[in-house]
């Protein structure tokens, strides 16, 4: 059974930052495109960024770019995602889940519980 467990979430400051980790098990996604995704109270699902299988491609939404990078270990089939220069608004529940292109390959409930980001003014 696949499972993916994020952690790293927590209370930050505006400003400050904070490293998200997605561990896959049972089944490795190395060989996938991975996504992450966050979702906000009363708002819709929305894609944060993505990195291709090898690592070497990585994109972004426009309200993340430059304040966020992911990344892969592929050995350990964690990704990565960290967070700098947060912002109120980027308090959300993050999720990560295979991807093409900013979109998920799979059903929302197949999905990890998610780590809750909190930024305060």
């Known amino acids: 059974q696949v499972q993916l467990v994020e952690s790293g979430g927590g209370l930050v400051q505006a400003g400050g930052s904070l490293r998200l980790s997605c561990a896959a098990s049972g089944r490795t996604y190395s060989s996938y495109t991975m996504g992450w995704f966050r979702q906000a109270p009363g708002k819709l699902r929305e894609f944060v960024a993505g990195?291709?299988?090898?690592?070497?491609?990585?994109y972004y939404s426009d309200s993340v770019k430059g304040r966020f990078t992911i990344s892969r270990d592929n050995a350990k089939t964690t990704i990565y995602l960290q967070m700098n220069s947060l912002k109120p608004e980027d308090t959300a529940v993050y999720y990560c889940?295979?991807?093409?292109?900013?979109?998920?390959?799979?059903?929302?409930?197949?999905w990890g519980r998610g780590t809750q980001v909190t930024v305060s003014s």
């Open positions: 889940a295979p991807a093409r292109g900013r979109v998920p390959l799979t059903d929302f409930r197949s």
């Open positions: 990195i291709s299988w090898s690592g070497l491609t990585t």
